[in-house]
């Protein structure tokens, strides 16, 4: 279960504070919210990952391939910052 908190810091950022754990099932539901505020508010996402206590793999992969100059991660548990890193690697 995944739960996602919008907070809008200002007009041009938006934080998304996740809780819970991502899956392939709930990265859509992720994937969703982000495509809604890039597409039509072009605004920046911090994503807040100080709730998340488990990631798969095929997440992280995906996570990590979002990850840009409009999309920053932040607040990761040492294991998900370890996963998000070798992920990224081997692409």
């Given at each position: ?79 998900i910052a ?10």
């Amino acid at each position: 279960m995944l739960r996602i908190t919008e907070n809008f810091e200002n007009g041009d950022s938006v934080r998304l504070r996740l809780d819970g754990t991502l899956s392939l099932a709930t990265f859509d539901e992720f994937a969703d919210v982000c495509d809604r505020h890039q597409q039509n508010d072009h605004r920046t996402i911090i994503v807040d990952m100080g709730g998340v206590n488990f990631m798969h793999d095929e997440a992280a992969r995906r996570l990590a391939n979002m990850r840009g100059e409009s999309l920053r991660i932040i607040n990761c548990s040492p294991f998900i910052a370890t996963l998000l890193d070798a992920v990224g690697r081997k692409d």
